[in-house]
């Protein structure tokens, strides 16, 4: 079982709709989860960190559930920006190997 | 942009041949991480360097080699490549150790 999974999509998404998608964890001693988005042929930049509390930056909403071991990544109001590929990263350790899902893929369509 | 460079961009070799890439980090940062990634999936990590001593590896065999020089800038080394090494090469710097990891923009390799 690979330790990040995720939907790969595509999430086809009209413009101005709100998408969600989660990913799941194996392992329940995880430290940090955070969300990367990749555009195509490009290097991953962080999107968020993902809180325990739940944390929400502009349009991006991020949950944790530790008991179910997920992370879901919410995207309100879609932009035609938005289409890329959203990698579901988590840390095991504190001293920085980062733990990679294969990405869900949104498009954004007008 | 993070600051973090790598060259090559792309990079076409022969099996078993061997490649350096090369990294450098966003200046103040004292951490490189390698990853690479396989076309239709996430970056799978390689190994840290922190301070010039590796930190820690994945499940890569040792043809997959580092350095980390004291200007924090860090090498990928790669024996005897072979058709499944063909994958962007990420490296990623951080401040230290635990905090965010930023990537440079790649470099493509294609074994043939």
């Known amino acids: 079982r690979k330790e990040v999974e995720q939907d790969p999509g595509p999430f086809n998404v009209p413009e101005g709709a709100t998408v969600a998608f989660n990913c799941t964890y194996s392992?329940?001693?995880?430290?940090?989860f955070f969300w990367y988005r990749q555009d195509c042929r490009k290097e991953p930049k962080l999107l968020m960190s993902?809180?325990?509390s739940g944390n929400e930056d502009g349009r991006f909403t991020a949950q944790l559930n530790r008991a179910s071991q997920y992370i879901s990544l919410l995207i309100r109001d879609s932009k035609l920006s938005d289409s890329a590929t959203y990698l579901c990263?988590?840390?095991?350790?504190?001293?920085?190997?980062?733990?990679f899902g294969a990405g869900t893929q949104v498009v954004v369509t007008p | 942009e993070t600051g973090v460079t790598q060259s090559p961009t792309h990079l076409i070799k022969t099996r078993g041949q061997q490649v350096t890439l090369r990294c450098s980090s966003q200046?103040?940062?004292?951490?490189v991480s390698w990853y690479q990634q396989a076309l239709g999936q996430g970056p799978q990590f390689i190994f840290q360097?922190?301070?010039?001593?590796?930190?820690g590896r994945g499940n890569f065999p040792p043809r997959f080699s580092g350095l980390q020089f004291p200007n924090y800038s860090s090498e990928l080394n790669v024996n005897a490549l072979e058709l499944d090494d063909s994958a962007l090469y990420l490296c990623?710097?951080?401040?230290?150790?635990?905090?965010?990891?930023?990537f440079g923009p790649g470099t493509r390799l294609l074994v043939l």
């Open positions: 392992n329940s001693a995880s430290q940090s």
């Open positions: 993902v809180y325990s």
């Open positions: 360097y922190y301070r010039e001593e590796e930190n």
């Open positions: 200046s103040g940062h004292n951490t």
């Open positions: 990263v988590v840390r095991r350790d504190s001293w920085g190997k980062l733990q």
């Open positions: 990623a710097s951080s401040w230290r150790t635990e905090e965010t990891q930023y």
